[in-house]
C-alpha cells in the first residue's frame, strides 16, 4: 500500500488578470466586443505518482515548477483541477512559514491547536508542549502571542510541532536551514533520527547534495510536469547536468 498516490493531477489557477477582472469592466468590454475570456495557468500538468509508506523522496526543479504546490495538493490545501489524490496516513506540513497558526493566541495554544487541526488529540498535544517548547527553545515566550515572535522563531515553532508529533508523511518545503547554526545543528540531528524511521517523508529543496545521499528517489518538476522520476542519484545528475554545474561526488 502506498503513502501517497496521484494520478493525473492537474491544477489551474487564476491569472492575476482574471483575479482584477470586475463587472464593471467586464460589461464594457461585453457592449463594444472588446471582451476576451482571461486567462488561466497550469500550475501542475497531469502528474502521476506513487510513494511507498516510509520512503524518502527529494522533489528538486527551478522556481516556479510546481514543487511546492504538489505538496499543497498532497496535504489537501489545495484542490486539484483533475485527476485524484490519494493519501493514506496522518499528514503533518510544514509548507509555509506561520501556516496553520493564529498570530492572536498564545505559543501554548497554537502548538494545541496546530495538532488538532492534523488530527492529533488535544489531550496528546498537551502532553506534547513542554518538549516542543524545549526544542523550539521558545520556553520563556509559550504565553505570549504568535506575533510577537520572530520569522525566526516561527520557523523553529513550525518545525519543533511538525517534526515532534512523528507523523505518518512529513512533508517540508526548504526547511534544512531553519534559525541560527546551533538550531540547525539540532534540526540535523532531528531529521536524521526522523529519516531512521518508518514515516513517509516528501522534499522540496534545492539542497541537491542532501537529496542525493538522503533520499530513496527523487522526482525532477519542470513546468508544472514531472520531467524525471528515478533514484536521487540519477534525478540529481540529471538535473545538475541540464544545468551545465559539475556533478556532485557520492558519500
Not at 496521484?6 to 464593471?24: P, S
Not at 514543487?67 to 483541477?81: A, D, F, H
Not at 496522518?90 to 509555509?96: D, F, G, M, T, V
Request: charged share 20%; glycine share 8%.
Amino acid at each position: 500500500m502506498n503513502a501517497v498516490e496521484l494520478r493525473g493531477v492537474t491544477l489551474q489557477r487564476r491569472t492575476q488578470e482574471e483575479l482584477t477582472y470586475d463587472l464593471k469592466r467586464l460589461i464594457f468590454h461585453s457592449l463594444t466586443n472588446r471582451y476576451r475570456k482571461p486567462k488561466r495557468r497550469t500550475v501542475l500538468n497531469d502528474v502521476t505518482l506513487n510513494i511507498a509508506k516510509g520512503e524518502k523522496i527529494g522533489i528538486i526543479g527551478p522556481n516556479g515548477s510546481g514543487k511546492s504546490t504538489l505538496l499543497k495538493v498532497i496535504c489537501g490545501i489545495l484542490t486539484p483541477s483533475a485527476g485524484r489524490v490519494t493519501v493514506d496516513g496522518r499528514i503533518a506540513p510544514l509548507i509555509e512559514l506561520g501556516a496553520g497558526f493564529d498570530p492572536n493566541m498564545s505559543v501554548i495554544d497554537n502548538i494545541v491547536f496546530y495538532g488538532v487541526l492534523l488530527g492529533f488529540p488535544e489531550g496528546d498535544m498537551r502532553e506534547r508542549v513542554p518538549s516542543i517548547l524545549r526544542f523550539a527553545e521558545l520556553e520563556d515566550h509559550s504565553r505570549e502571542p504568535l506575533k510577537a515572535l520572530s520569522s525566526g522563531m516561527l520557523a523553529r515553532l513550525g518545525f519543533g510541532i511538525a517534526t515532534d508529533v512523528h507523523p505518518d508523511i512529513l512533508l517540508l518545503d526548504e526547511v534544512l536551514s531553519v534559525g541560527d547554526q546551533s538550531f540547525r545543528a539540532k534540526s540535523n540531528a532531528r531529521m536524521q533520527q526522523l529519516w531512521t524511521e518508518h514515516s513517509t517523508i516528501i522534499l522540496v529543496s534545492h539542497e541537491l547534495e542532501f537529496i542525493q545521499n538522503a533520499c530513496t528517489r527523487a522526482l525532477w518538476m519542470q513546468d508544472g510536469r514531472v520531467a524525471l522520476l528515478g533514484s536521487a542519484a540519477e534525478v540529481t545528475a540529471s538535473y545538475r547536468n541540464s544545468a551545465g554545474v559539475p556533478p556532485l561526488l557520492p558519500v
